[in-house]
């Protein structure tokens, strides 16, 4: 073992404060993305007494490691002064901070080499520990104040521009959602004279079964008529860590296979939560699906599939109480079905999709670059390994 190589148990501490005053601050949870966000959990009616209190930059991780796959959750509370997790945390800190970063050590923690060697060590049989034994006798590189200032400045620099691009790629999304709205909800796209149509004349006709105006030449379908629905045939485990093709669950998160069963543009709805939160996504190219995902498509040369997405994303709310089920909410083509679609002229469509393929393609731009951030931050990770204590 290399001579930087420290035991962690040496430079952390346990720390576990109860919320004994029943103080108002946020409950967090430990994604499986390594981070701590608001939790989910039903607390009505919970002693909130027992619950943990925990402080910016201190940890908290989860000793159960049989629950989320090869993924260990650990987090750094940074964006929160003080909050609260549940009792089956661990939180810990540590002691000496010009000893040991606490962003160094949470960088330590990202890489997949420690849940790999957190997954080995864990041990039980009805459900597998990494306990506050196994992670202090944790070995990890630990070199000089100033080595692990630098190495935390390159990974921020890194982390900050991918949170600069999310930015953009936000304002693009708000874009193209403000320009659908304008154009097949207010019915203000451009007329001949470049000019917003309803507000300038444009002819527009009663629609019974709208109860309202459209413009003349517009017609209504259904989801049931104008749209296709297919699903994927892969169970939600089929992933793999460094798959070929995208994968699309009921997740947020987007996974890896290695085979695709879809080669097209289409619309990916995730069909059951237990939260009732859907995911919605528009992908063009291989692509292959879990069994509860909608894979839907355009059926009319009329209706493009951006204006699936953008028709069926200001529906979820609707969507999420339509839902049935209990435990888990399910989207069924009961609920599909009947809902309306707009259905413009010829150049409209076209126009509309010339418009938003320009922002998609921007997009597209800010995800490429990403993804190449993406792995300079595991190739610093993988560094991690080699860095030697510098001499005093």
């Not at 996974?255 to 069963?261: G, I, N």
């Not at 049935?324 to 809902?339: E, R, S, Y």
Request: proline letters at 4%; aromatic letters at 12%; hydrophobic letters at 35%.
């Amino acid at each position: 073992m290399p001579s930087n190589y420290k035991r962690l148990g040496d430079y952390i501490q346990e720390v576990n404060i109860r919320n004994r005053d029943l103080s108002n601050i946020p409950l967090l949870g430990v994604s499986i993305k390594k981070v701590l966000m608001p939790s989910i959990a039903n607390i009505i009616g919970t002693d909130m007494s027992t619950y943990k209190l925990i402080r910016k930059n201190q940890f908290a991780y989860g000793p159960v490691t049989s629950r989320n796959g090869d993924k260990i959750s650990i987090a750094l509370l940074e964006e929160y002064d003080n909050a609260m997790v549940s009792q089956a945390y661990t939180v810990f800190e540590v002691i000496d901070e010009n000893e040991l970063l606490p962003e160094y050590l949470m960088m330590w923690f990202r890489r997949p080499e420690f849940d790999r060697y957190a997954r080995f060590m864990s041990h039980g049989s009805a459900r597998e520990i990494f306990s506050w034994t196994e992670m202090s006798e944790t070995l990890l590189p630990i070199p000089s104040l100033e080595k692990q200032q630098e190495i935390v400045r390159e990974y921020n620099t890194i982390q900050n521009r991918i949170a600069l691009n999310n930015q953009l790629i936000s304002k693009l999304e708000e874009t193209a959602q403000a320009i659908y709205k304008q154009w097949f909800v207010d019915f203000e796209f451009p007329d001949e004279n470049g000019k917003p149509y309803k507000s300038n004349g444009g002819k527009m006709v009663w629609c019974a079964e709208l109860e309202k105006e459209i413009p003349e030449g517009w017609q209504v379908g259904n989801f049931q008529k104008d749209l296709i629905f297919k699903t994927g045939k892969l169970d939600s485990n089929a992933s793999i860590e460094n798959g070929k093709y995208p994968f699309f669950t009921c997740s947020e998160e987007v996974f890896k296979v290695d085979s695709f069963a879809f080669d097209q543009e289409a619309v990916l709805l995730g069909g059951n939560n237990a939260t009732g939160k859907f995911p919605l996504k528009y992908f063009k190219g291989k692509f292959d699906a879990y069994q509860r995902t909608y894979v839907i498509s355009s059926n009319n040369k009329r209706i493009s599939n951006k204006q699936i997405f953008y028709r069926i994303k200001g529906l979820l709310d609707e969507m999420r109480e339509s839902s049935v089920g209990t435990a888990t909410k399910f989207l069924t083509m009961q609920i599909f079905n009947p809902i309306t679609i707009i259905i413009p002229n010829v150049n409209i469509n076209e126009n509309f999709e010339n418009i938003i393929q320009k922002i998609y393609t921007s997009k597209q731009l800010y995800f490429n670059q990403n993804q190449k951030l993406e792995e300079l931050k595991d190739l610093l990770l993988a560094k991690m390994t080699r860095v030697e204590r510098e001499s005093s």
